[in-house]
């Protein structure tokens, strides 16, 4: 009787709370309600074995008594109910793993019928292949439970979507060094928007005082022309920048700014190259062809 009044008492415990905590949306968050999901499954599995067990016990009372009604004493009733079973000789690891029985034995599995005097032996499935057979429906519940009903786990499409932000992430960690990696041997002429605007916005901070707003010259060359001092190429402009022309006037921008930065700077430069701004300042340098768009148009 007591073992009845725990099992009632749980059923109606898990029939008030799981109703109590449906209605209190703000207190039960969704991971509560899958923890408090996942112990009521695990409960009512706790309780089913429970009641097995006692369903196995009230058999054995029930044996117990019919057997000492038909006359047997308690010896006779023990025996009955825990046969002592015959050793059998021990087989082999091969015969174990594949549920087979000596050569001796195989009389014991001959089938019934037989055709022009050829018989069939009733081998059974091997262990192993039921082990296996048993963890697959193991391992397909947890699955299920996992991916499908508790949803810890994340989906196919989830799970690419996440890797891909952070595949992203990476990238643009990446990116972000390998910008920083250029020098005046690597940097190549973009035309990317972003790139411009970011080599706009430093020129105007830091190069329009010598060279103009729009590059038109002041102190400095006009940038715009097809005369330059220095040579016109994204490397010069780049390694122009980097190390400066001291004994001009030019700084040296090494310190001030990352790699990145300078190429942003110089490809700005570039793109300025034929504007013909207001008030240019007269052309000073070498007359030079601008070969790096031709390269680049043709690539």
């Known amino acids: 009787m007591k073992h009845h009044r725990i099992f009632i008492f749980l059923v109606l415990l898990l029939l008030f709370i799981q109703p109590a905590m449906a209605d209190d949306d703000s207190v039960a968050t969704g991971d509560l309600m899958n923890y408090i999901a996942f112990g009521s499954f695990f409960a009512v599995l706790l309780l089913i074995l429970a009641a097995m067990l006692v369903v196995l016990r009230a058999f054995r009372v029930l044996t117990r008594v019919l057997l000492k009604h038909q006359g047997l004493n308690s010896a006779q009733i023990a025996a009955e109910m825990n046969p002592v079973k015959a050793k059998k000789p021990k087989a082999e690891v091969w015969q174990k793993l594949l549920s087979l029985k000596p050569l001796a034995q195989e009389h014991e599995l001959l089938i019934a019928h037989d055709y022009d005097g050829i018989q069939e032996l009733d081998n059974p499935i091997p262990a192993w292949f039921m082990y296996l057979f048993y963890g697959t429906i193991i391992f397909a519940i947890g699955y299920l439970l996992n991916y499908h009903v508790f949803k810890t786990g994340q ?37 990317d928007p972003a790139v411009l ?33 220095h040579g016109s190429k994204i490397n010069d402009l780049f390694k122009t920048i980097k190390y400066g022309v001291l004994s001009k006037g030019m700084p040296t921008w090494e310190k001030q700014l990352s790699p990145k930065q300078i190429s942003d700077v110089a490809n700005y430069i570039k793109s300025l190259h034929g504007t013909n701004p207001a008030g240019a300042k007269a052309p000073q340098g070498t007359k030079e062809e601008d070969t790096d768009k031709k390269l680049v148009a043709n690539n």
Not at 169 to 184: G, Q, Y
Not at 209 to 219: D, F, L, T, Y
């Open 197 to 229: 605007a970011s080599g706009g916005a430093i020129f105007k901070s830091t190069c329009a005082p010598c060279h103009g707003e729009h590059a038109q010259g002041n102190v400095g060359p006009n940038l715009t022309d097809d005369y330059w001092l």
């Open 155 to 191: 989906l196919q499409y989830a799970e690419y979507n996440t890797e891909m932000a952070q595949a992203a992430i990476e990238k643009k960690a990446f990116l972000a060094k390998a910008a920083n990696r250029v020098d005046e041997n690597t940097v190549k002429l973009v035309s």
